[in-house]
Nanobody, 126 residues
Framework: QLQPVESGGGLVQAGGSLRVSCAAS?????????VGWFRQAPGKEREFVAV????????EYSDSVKGRFTISKENGKNTVSLLMNSLKPEDTAVYYC??????????????????WGRGAQVTVSS
């Protein structure tokens, strides 16, 4: 089983930028499928952020982050990163990397993902 491992994040003022990265342990992303980013703030449901189909290069974003966040992959390093620009306090959450098998249905649903990292904290101050 592939195990995602997050890194990055941190604390930034509103309007700033942060990056979170996801490395694959055990298997490569190319051998598994899709890599997604979700976030969860205290007291709220887990929320879809972005996903990338590793081999096909297809990318989807949630409406709340379109134009601000960029998901990308680095094949040689077997990593997926999420660059977060123009951050808002409402972006504050724990950001999780997750994987699932290739498909096109319900890519936004956290219940369809199979393995999760432990998360990286992103805090945006006013």
């Amino acid at each position: 089983q592939l195990q995602p491992v997050e890194s990055g994040g941190g604390l930034v003022q509103a309007g700033g930028s942060l990056r979170v990265s996801c490395a694959a342990s055990g298997r490569t992303f190319s051998n598994y499928g899709m890599v997604g980013w979700f976030r969860q703030a205290p007291g709220k449901e887990r929320e879809f952020v972005a996903v990338i189909w590793w081999s096909g290069g297809i990318i989807e974003y949630s409406d709340s982050v379109k134009g601000r966040f960029t998901i990308s992959k680095e094949n040689g390093k077997n990593t997926v990163s999420l660059l977060m620009n123009s951050l808002k306090p409402e972006d504050t959450a724990v950001y999780y990397c997750a994987v699932r098998h290739y498909g096109s249905q319900s890519f936004w649903s956290w219940e369809d993902y199979d393995a999760w990292g432990r998360g990286a904290q992103v805090t945006v101050s006013s």
